[in-house]
């Protein structure tokens, strides 16, 4: 899935601060949320999940591992059981 169709994923992970398996997100994870929130150019890009801690967010802000848990167990095959 691209950022685009996940858009209101995002904004539900950041205003309820929380993964969709229910997850409690850290201030780090909520500004990466942010940035990839407000970096509307690259919404064409791909959105990565963590398999740990279900935190679905923007490929290209993940270089390291997972924000939420720091995991390196990522996917951009995202499904809608994924997301909700």
């Known amino acids: 899935m691209k950022i685009s169709e996940v858009i209101n994923i995002l904004k539900a992970e950041k205003n309820l601060e929380r993964t969709p398996i229910g997850r409690p997100l850290d201030e780090t994870a909520i500004d990466n949320l942010n940035a990839a929130l407000s970096d509307e150019k690259n919404y064409d890009q791909?959105?990565?999940l963590c398999k740990n801690c279900g935190l679905i967010t923007s490929s290209l802000l993940v270089p390291n591992g997972c924000?939420?848990?720091?995991?390196?167990?990522?996917t951009i095959d995202i499904n809608k059981n994924d997301i909700m």
Do not use: H, T, V
């Open 67 to 74: 924000n939420g848990c720091g995991s390196k167990d990522l």
């Open 46 to 48: 791909n959105a990565i």
